[in-house]
T-cell receptor
């Protein structure tokens, strides 16, 4: 158990639908990062939050959005789902971000949510 | 895009040292080298990181060349459980960890 909790573990939904993936970071971690891993794209960085604020954006589609709540858990919302959105979605957390000198800490990843769009 | 280059796959005999190379020729002075591995479809696992000095922990050793343009991850006594995809990553001040394609390491019995 890495300490990063992702729910649900598996999700099957139809095209056009909307889903929410949830991530609880490791105790004490303020930063949350979301990644998408599909077979042909590898691990793609989507977005980062630090203490409730968006810090960095990667290849996140406009149909996707995320937020981090005051209790530090984060949710990734995926809407108007397409077949190509089927993937593993990982959440990671860390103590902080380099702006406050936390670069020496690595990320801890959760076990992921496997999303299947049919 | 990832700032590192790794061989797509490598084999290593069980019990031998596995040496995984990584090129990061465009690394800048304030960027760290991180190594992660991913076993099957599990979440990536942190292994080790370094700036300029060689580092060792209970999992592995990291050797960084003096010019910092390349590094080698060493698993001293590889076991079948070390079969995984190994990612070498350059982490900079923007705090993003961008994964490349990694090296698929096969441990042979």
């Amino acid at each position: 158990d890495s300490g990063v909790t992702q729910t649900p573990k598996h999700l099957i939904t139809a095209t056009g639908q909307r889903v929410t993936l949830r991530c609880s970071p490791r105790s004490g971690d303020l930063s949350v990062y979301w990644y998408q891993q599909s077979l042909d794209q590898g691990l793609q960085f989507l977005i980062q939050y630090y203490n409730g604020e968006e810090r960095a954006k990667g290849n996140i589609l406009e149909r996707f959005s995320a937020q981090q709540f005051p209790d530090l858990h984060s949710e990734l919302n995926l809407s108007s789902l397409e077949l190509g959105d089927s993937a593993l979605y990982f959440c990671a957390s860390s103590v902080g971000w380099v702006g406050i000198g936390q670069i020496n800490y690595g990320y801890t990843f959760g076990s992921g949510t496997r999303l299947t769009v049919v | 895009d990832a700032k590192t280059t790794q061989p797509p796959s490598m084999d290593c005999a069980e019990g031998r040292a596995a040496n995984l190379p990584c090129n990061h020729s465009t690394i800048s002075g304030n960027e760290y080298v991180y190594w992660y591995r991913q076993i099957h479809s599990q979440g990536p696992q942190y292994i080790i990181h370094g700036l300029k000095n060689n580092e060792t922990n209970e999992m592995a050793s990291l050797i960084i060349t003096e010019d910092r343009k390349s590094s080698t991850l060493i698993l001293p006594h590889a076991t079948l459980r070390d079969t995984a995809v190994y990612y070498c990553i350059v982490r900079g001040l923007d705090d993003k960890i961008i994964f490349g394609k990694g090296t698929r390491l096969h441990i042979l019995p």
